[in-house]
Every structure is written in C-alpha cells, then in structure tokens.
C-alpha cells in the first residue's frame, strides 16, 4: 500500500504522511500519542477529505476510485433512526458482493439478541460491536478501524481485536487499526506504523519497532516473541513454537493456524521472573534461555531486566531486591520463566 | 359566517399550504448549501435570508410592489409569459408570503442540518451511498423533527401574514382576500361580531398548531450530536 497525503486545515498543517508497506493479510498497527494525526490519515485513506493533496492506491482499489474502504470509529455512529437490524440490511444492500451474512456477522460478534433493537438502547460495547459487524457486511477491501474498542472494558476489548485478527488472517480482508494503546496493537498486529505529529516518524515489523520503542522507555513494559509454528494443539487452545532455536508455547486465541507459519506472542513484563540456574520442572509453561542485555529501574521497588535472546528480547520486570540478591549484571546468561500467555 | 369568510378560510389555507410547499422545494437546498458553504459571503446571504424576520412588512410589501408594477422589467416580463400581472393575484401574494416566509423555513432546516453527526454521512459515504440518494435515505429522515418544525413555522405564519398582503395584494375576495385583511375589513365597517368570530378562531387555531409543533418536538428522535 502507498499513502502520500498532505492535508492543511485553516493554513495549519495537519498531516503530512509517506509511507509505503505490504498490506498483506492481518492487521497493520498504527500508533501515535492523540493529536497526533492518525485519525485524519484514517479519513485521507477513505476519501473523506477532499481537501487532501496525494494519492492513495493498494492492490485492491480499482482505477475508478471507487474505494469501498470500511471504517469504524470510537463511537459507533449507528443510524438511531435504524433498528440494528436495519442498520446491518443497510451496509448488506450497499454491498457490491455479498461476501458475509448477517447470520455469520451476528455470531462473530454476539449480536444475535439485539437485531431487533433501537441503537440508542445498547451499551457502548454492544454497539460497537454492531458497529463491526455493520462495517464487514458491507464488504470493504480495506477496513480502517479508528480505535473501535479504546470505549471498551478491557476483557472485551481483547477479545474483539482477536476477533478482528482472525476475520482479517481467514478472509484476506486488510486492515488498518489506529489506537495510542501499543499493547492493544501488539497483541494483534505484525506490522507498525508510528505516527508523530503528523508524520510518519518509523514504520517497520512490529517486534523490531517495539524494541526501539521499549528502549526509549515508551512501552508499558511488554515484549513479543516471534517463532514458527512446530506444533498445534486445539484441545488445550495452544501453539508450539520454535523461537530462536528454543521452543516456546502461546495460546492459539482460536486462530486456524497451520504447522510452518510465522506467530508472534506477547508477554508482559511482569509475568516473567528470572532464574541464574536451570529451573526445574514446574507448573510453568515456558523457560528461555538469554543473557541480560540491560538493566533499568523503574521504580523504587522495581527494576526492568531486558534479556537477550538470539535476535529478539524479552522484557521482565522484577523487584531490586531480588536482582541484587541473584547479583545480576549485564552479560550474564540466565533463564527467564512464564506462563501460557 | 358569512360566505366571503369561508372564502377568505380557504384562500388562507390555499396560501399557507402553497407557501410551504415552495419554500420546501426552495429551502431544502438552500439551508443545505448554507450548512456546506464556506464562502465569506455565507453571512451576507444569511442576513438577506433573515430579513424578514426584522424588517416591517410594509417595507418588504412596497418594494415588491414596485417590483410587480408592469412598470418594472421584472412585471413586464411576468405579464409577457403569463398573461396577468402579479400585484393585486394570488400569484402576487404567494410570491411575497415566499419570500416573506423564507427565514421560517431555512432557519430550522440549517440548524437541523447543521447539528446532524456528521459521522453517520462519513459511514454512509465509505458505505458507497453519495449524493442525493444519501440525503433522502439518511439526511431527511434523521433531521425529521426540523422538516415538521420549519413546514409548521411557514404554514402559520403565513396564516398570521398581515402587511405584505395588504400592500401587494389588497382586499379582493376570493383573490387576495386572506382571513387576517377580511378580519381587518370586518373591523373597520364595524361589523364586530364577524370579527370576533375570525379573530378567535385565528387564535385558537395558532395555539391549536403551535401546541402540536411542540409536542412533535419533544417527542423527536433525530441524529444530532449527542
């Protein structure tokens, strides 16, 4: 996909975006603290500012510029003088094909009950998830997703970006989600544009930019390890992966993935604790072997341990009690530990 | 009642109800392009549009007199394509209720559509619905309460028209003789029982319209920002 949009408002500069990177299949990242223009980038991709100097192609879009790219925005704008499902006949009539049911939509995002109902009485999560079912009826060959879930609880609001993650992987449908929220976009995206100020300030795989951003202190404290798949194991929802000669274990979070791909995994900080010797056998899941390549407090109580493991890193936070009591310093080879996550 | 009050019942009625129906052809857009417009003339022709809601009827009734004399290009050029001159027609009084009207008319319509969400016409559009089809399936419909609002303001007001009538159209029965100047008429030959008679029922039934504009505005479930 190219993006070049150049947009002022009022003689003031509001983006100023070149960025080009494979679409593919999945969902590409794009972060940014607020203000800083992702929202506007968004409404540049979709053609809903005609004020908008630049162009904008990828491989779906035809000639005649009619772009059918979906979007979905933080606050649902569901049609309050629709039901909801009049809402979701009305995306299904615009279709140019019928890709998806209202049946399938509806049961992706838990809608059934509420087809008959008047938007304005759903609760925040519920029409959002309309919302979401309302965009993909509608068939879009890019969907643009403007933090749809940030007015969610937390539980929910993973849960639909996994979601989002396995429709957009199943149906090579493309997706673009913008959220200031890099754990959000960790846990579903392999790809990351970071937008500052309303230009693109890096762009690359999403474990190369985490790295850089962790580094910067930027990160809430989570790594993302990448490996490929060894082993599936639906009966216990799990992957086996193979990750810088080690092997390592993640939860599937119900993807169709096969033997041979490519997965990335995210562990927070403080579930990783640190052992200077072999542990032994253990309830928990994961052991990888690394040395220490930094040591950072964060805290009065807590230090940030970033290890070393092959080509990738992992972050753990543990208290300073215990790195002075193991004695940890740089170089140092150790094992690190964590659960299923 | 006497029947040139009936006669002066219906041609009220004839007006107001013509009246709202051009203005709604007229107004539609012309709120709509205000809404969009951002040209630096936008408050110059919103002044124009408001005028009547300040100027006194007699001023805006003496110049489209002058305007609909046969004297004047624009009453000659009517008189070449219709055969009739405007001043002292129904025509003539229409004319000047429309434009007498106008800001009852643009008024609601313009801030109906200027509080709509823009949000739901940005989806619509990515949805691929533009244009005209947009607007009938999502504008009209969720600024409803502003099109029965504005409809409502120019049908009564139009009723309640007094000045401009009475400088362009005069008192001709059956023509230009609207409830308001035969109720004027009735007074001044001292027929004050007939007057009451129009007097109160104009009254009741402005309070009758009005009460029921407020109460379909209450109960209004339209798109404006929440």
Request: proline share 4%; hydrophobic share 45%.
């Amino acid at each position: 996909m190219k993006i070049n949009c150049l947009l002022h408002k009022q003689q003031r500069l509001i983006v100023d975006i070149q960025a080009e990177f494979a679409l593919g299949q999945g969902i590409t990242a794009v972060y940014g603290p607020s203000g800083a223009g992702k929202t506007t980038m968004l409404r540049c991709i979709a053609g809903l500012e005609p004020s908008m100097q630049g162009s904008v192609q990828f491989a779906a879009m035809p000639e005649n510029d009619d772009r059918h790219i979906g979007l979905v925005f933080q606050q649902s704008a569901l049609f309050p003088h629709l039901s909801v499902q009049a809402n979701l006949d009305f995306a299904l009539t615009l279709a140019p094909v019928k890709k998806f049911s209202i049946q399938q939509v509806s049961q992706w995002f838990a809608i059934g009950p509420l087809l008959a109902r008047n938007p304005r009485s759903l609760s925040g999560g519920e029409q959002q998830r309309v919302a979401l079912a309302r965009a993909l009826l509608n068939n879009p060959r890019l969907l643009l997703l403007d933090e749809p879930v940030s007015a969610l609880d937390s539980h929910s609001r993973y849960q639909i970006l996994k979601q989002l993650k396995r429709i957009s992987r199943e149906y090579q449908l493309p997706m673009l989600l913008v959220s200031h929220s890099l754990h959000e976009l960790a846990s579903v995206s392999e790809y990351l544009l970071h937008i500052v100020e309303g230009k693109l300030q890096a762009q690359g795989p999403m474990i190369e930019q985490l790295t850089r951003l962790n580094r910067q202190g930027r990160s809430n404290g989570f790594s993302l390890l990448r490996g490929t798949v060894t082993d599936h194991e639906p009966d216990f929802a799990m992957l086996h992966l193979h990750c810088e000669g080690q092997s390592l274990a993640c939860k599937s979070d119900g993807a169709n993935i096969s033997v041979g791909e490519l997965w990335q995994t995210m562990v927070d900080a403080n579930h990783v604790s640190i052992a200077t010797e072999a542990p032994s056998v253990s309830s928990i899941v994961n052991t990888l072997q690394g040395v220490i390549g930094s040591i950072t407090p964060i805290s009065e109580s807590t230090v940030r341990v970033e290890l070393v493991i092959g080509e990738q890193t992992l972050l753990a936070d543990i208290s300073r009690w215990s790195s002075q009591r193991l004695q940890l310093e740089i170089n140092q080879p150790v094992w690190a530990q964590f659960k299923l996550s | 009642m006497a029947e040139s009050d009936w006669l002066a019942l219906l041609l009220t009625l004839k007006l107001a109800l013509g009246t709202s129906f051009i203005l709604l052809l007229i107004g539609t857009p012309l709120a709509w392009f205000l809404v969009k417009s951002q040209s630096r003339f936008k408050p110059l022709l919103q002044a124009i549009i408001a005028l009547p809601l300040i100027l006194p009827p007699t001023v805006l009734g003496f110049y489209l007199l002058l305007a609909f004399s046969p004297q004047s290009a624009f009453g000659q050029f009517w008189v070449q394509q219709f055969g009739q001159q405007l001043a002292f027609s129904f025509n003539g009084i229409l004319v000047g209720s429309v434009i007498y009207s106008l800001p009852f008319m643009v008024q609601p319509l313009y801030s109906g559509f200027q509080s709509l969400d823009k949000r739901y016409l940005d989806v619509a559009q990515t949805m691929g619905l533009t244009g005209i089809r947009r607007f009938f399936k999502l504008v009209v419909p969720l600024t409803k309460s502003s099109f029965i609002t504005a409809l409502g303001l120019c049908f009564a007001h139009t009723i309640g028209e007094f000045g401009v009538v009475l400088m362009i159209g005069g008192n001709i029965p059956g023509e230009t003789q609207v409830l308001s100047i035969a109720l004027f008429d009735h007074v001044e030959s001292l027929q004050y029982q007939q007057a009451h008679q129009l007097a109160a029922g104009l009254l009741i039934g402005s309070v009758v319209l009005l009460a029921l504009l407020y109460r379909l505005q209450r109960d209004k479930t339209d798109g404006a920002v929440q």
